[in-house]
């Protein structure tokens, strides 16, 4: 995925940068060695941290049409994923693990003749997401950036600690407010 970063991801990669006691950036189109590291780490940071869990503020929802060339073999249509595919929730109304299909090659290989998603998507900006979100990328672009920058590993398993613990509450902060059984939201259901 080829990203351009705006103005607005300075903010998270400095807010990394000082974690671990380096200077903050100006901008993205410096060439200093921290600016060309941000730059690498910034989007495994977010990609990591937004497809170790489906959170609803990063989900889209796409109808997609085959392409006219399917696959070779195995399957009757190929889907194109959208350019900011992070990972896969839903496909046609199920669960993305109960479907017969294959992600492969950036498209979805299916035998169904019309492809609706429900998928984690790239954020074009930081602030299109919670700050809980917000921060996890911060604590683990910090965390990807300690082994390039410094060589302090204490740190390292320091920031993946505070990662995990701030990655448990993000969870249940995304999961608040949604209950579903079966489809239906959970004040409907007959007690």
């Not at 990591?48 to 399957?75: H, M, N, Q, W």
């Not at 669960?95 to 299916?110: K, M």
Request: charged share 20%; proline share 5%; net charge negative.
């Amino acid at each position: 995925m080829n990203i351009v970063y705006s103005r607005e991801w300075l903010s998270i990669a400095n807010r990394a940068l000082n974690l671990i006691g380096e200077e903050s950036l100006q901008d993205f189109n410096g060439t200093s060695n921290a600016t060309q590291d941000v730059l690498v780490q910034l989007p495994s940071a977010v990609q990591r941290v937004l497809s170790e869990y489906p959170y609803r503020s990063c989900r889209k929802r796409t109808s997609i049409a085959p392409l006219i060339d399917g696959p070779a073999f195995g399957y009757s249509f190929q889907y194109q994923l959208p350019a900011d595919f992070i990972s896969l929730v839903e496909v046609n109304g199920a669960a993305a693990e109960s479907n017969d299909y294959s992600l492969e090659g950036g498209c979805i290989l299916s035998n169904e003749s019309s492809m609706n998603i429900i998928y984690e998507a790239f954020p074009e900006t930081p602030q299109n997401l919670p700050a809980m979100l917000q921060e996890l990328i911060t604590l683990m672009l910090a965390h990807d950036l300690v082994s390039s920058v410094t060589t302090n590993d204490n740190k390292a398993v320091i920031l993946y600690q505070q990662y995990e613990a701030l990655k448990s509450q993000a969870i249940r902060m995304d999961d608040r407010g949604h209950h579903q059984d079966n489809g239906k939201p959970w004040w409907t259901e007959e007690r």
